[in-house]
T-cell receptor, first 113, second 115 residues
Framework: DAKTTQPNSMESNEEEPVHLPCNHS???????IHWYRQLPSQGPEYVIHGLTSNVNNRMASLAIAEDRKSSTLILHRATLRDAAVYYC??????????????FGQGTELSVKP | DSGVTQTPKHLITATGQRVTLRCSPR?????VYWYQQSLDQGLQFLIQYYNGEERAKGNILERFSAQQFPDLHSELNLSSLELGDSALYFC??????????????FGPGTRLTVT
């Protein structure tokens, strides 16, 4: 399984944008880039995914490098509720691989008021 | 609320015992996944079932087994429990069984404590 590298922790101020980086230099053509987050005492929560193009949804934006070897999750205005561990995951999109998610250590985001 | 339910929420048992964790997927989802989260190993994929059949297997111990029933709920059976099995066990579900992006929706987890 292709691996991702993320900073262990990041800090942000409330109502400011946050850019969470992820390196995935061994990504293959069939890998989707997924982001999940885990709030304290909860199960992981889907945030966003992309394949080649940048993506936006109500929670966040995902910027994908042209060579797909890195990506950045963007929270446009951090709130205290966004404090969580953010996981960048490469999910193999081939049918015979099932749908498993391989979690790394993630980035622990803290948000200061 | 993700729509995925897990019972029980907490479970305390002794070494050597056997327990069963239960998961009900979101309505319409055919895949169920089981994950284990411990302090030293992080979140680890255990096993996936799709429409009643095993689809993918991770680092699941031989003492652990799972199944998915015709109504699509799933059970994870843990036997001959050891102290190291103490962890949070999450169930997730998705519509498809693989292929394409396939976001997963996680339940609140079952906290297992083995004493």
């Amino acid at each position: 399984d292709a691996k991702t590298t993320q900073p262990n922790s990041m800090e942000s101020n409330e109502e400011e944008p946050v850019h969470l980086p992820c390196n995935h230099s061994t990504i293959s053509g069939t890998d989707y880039i997924h982001w999940y987050r885990q709030l304290p005492s909860q199960g992981p929560e889907y945030v966003i995914h992309g394949l080649t193009s940048n993506v936006n949804n109500r929670m966040a934006s995902l910027a994908i490098a042209e060579d797909r070897k890195s990506s950045t999750l963007i929270l446009h205005r951090a709130t205290l509720r966004d404090a969580a561990v953010y996981y960048c995951i490469l999910r193999d999109g081939r049918r015979n691989q099932g749908g498993k998610l391989i979690f790394g250590q993630g980035t622990e985001l803290s948000v200061k008021p | 609320d993700s729509g995925v339910t897990q019972t029980p929420k907490h479970l305390i048992t002794a070494t050597g015992q056997r327990v069963t964790l239960r998961c009900s997927p979101r309505s319409g989802d055919l895949s169920v996944y089981w994950y284990q989260q411990s302090l030293d190993q992080g979140l680890q994929f255990l096993i996936q079932y799709y429409n009643g059949e095993e689809r993918a297997k991770g680092n699941i111990l031989e003492r652990f087994s799972a199944q998915q029933f015709p109504d699509l709920h799933s059970e994870l059976n843990l036997s001959s429990l050891e102290l190291g099995d103490s962890a949070l066990y999450f169930c997730a579900s998705s519509v498809g069984g693989g292929g394409g992006p396939g976001e997963q929706y996680f339940g609140p987890g079952t906290r297992l404590t083995v004493t």
